[in-house]
């Protein structure tokens, strides 16, 4: 036993003990930060990354589109004027899984499949955050959003409005 796991092949091989590591000092650091009431959003974000990389770190896609979603997600609270974890409210995170997606000057609402995705993303960070004990609200925010819009609709172009009148004729 002692051969398999001095591998790294066991379930306390050299990454469980890393991670485990991991999650020993990023539980120590939270605990100090519960004790410095309240909680500033700086903390909360770097031990909420942590945790999340210590259990995430399965899929390395995932684990990077989540922090970066939850690096944007603190950026974006910290504009709206929060400074303490406490300032977070079930309105801001809602307005942020929300918020229009903007690309070359213009402005848009979110694809369904995005917001899904925020969706799933702040649900990762509060669910690490209450998992260091740092949060005790909700979790889940807002009504479930499907992943795929079957119902999409749109003007038809000129051009396809010619194609109708061509055929109808």
């Known amino acids: 036993d ?19 590591s991991l999650m020993e000092r990023v539980l120590s650091r939270a605990r100090t930060a519960l004790m410095d009431q309240p909680v500033r959003l700086e903390v909360a974000q770097q031990l909420a990354i942590e945790a999340m990389r210590a259990g995430l770190a399965g ?17 974006y609270a910290t504009n ?24 070359h000057g ?10 899904h995705n925020r969706r799933w993303e702040i649900g990762e960070l509060f669910e690490a955050l209450r998992r260091l004990q740092l949060w005790d609200g909700p979790v889940l925010f807002g009504e479930p959003v499907r992943n795929k819009d079957g119902d999409a609709t ?7 409005m010619n194609k109708v009148r061509a055929v109808a004729y």
Do not use: W
């Open 80 to 103: 709206c004027g929060a400074t303490n974890l406490d300032d977070v409210t079930e309105q801001l995170v809602e307005d942020f899984i929300h918020r229009a997606t903007g690309r």
């Open 154 to 160: 749109r003007p038809l172009t000129e051009k396809e």
């Open 2 to 20: 002692d051969d398999v796991n001095a591998g790294g092949r066991g379930p306390y091989g050299s990454r469980g003990i890393q991670r485990i």
């Open 106 to 115: 213009f402005y848009r609402d979110p694809a369904p499949s995005t917001v």
């Open 59 to 75: 899929n390395s896609d995932t684990v990077a589109n989540t922090i970066k979603s939850v690096s944007t997600f603190f950026k």
